[in-house]
């Protein structure tokens, strides 16, 4: 996929992960969030035998917002994303 399809996906998967969690952030933070749990949603995919995020499907939306799910998850467990 090019760059730019991955940055929309990133934003997309991110969006829909904070609207679930109920986190309150940005367009900048959703990318992030989405991006990264591309990555932790593919590693644990595999690992359990889902699959990868290889294109823009269903699928690989699922699996990339579970794990951008699971990712905010943790660092709301950690104290991150809490405001003072």
Known sequence: MSIFVWIVFG???G???NLLT???RGLVRDLVVGLLGSVVGGWLGSLLG???VARFDVRSLLI???GA???LLVLRLFG???RA
Do not use: D, K, M, Y
């Open 11 to 13: 934003i997309v998967a």
């Open 15 to 17: 969006w829909i992960a």
């Open 22 to 24: 109920g986190a309150r």
């Open 50 to 52: 889902f699959g990868t």
């Open 64 to 66: 990339a917002v579970g």
């Open 69 to 71: 799910v699971v990712l």
């Open 80 to 82: 991150f994303g809490r």
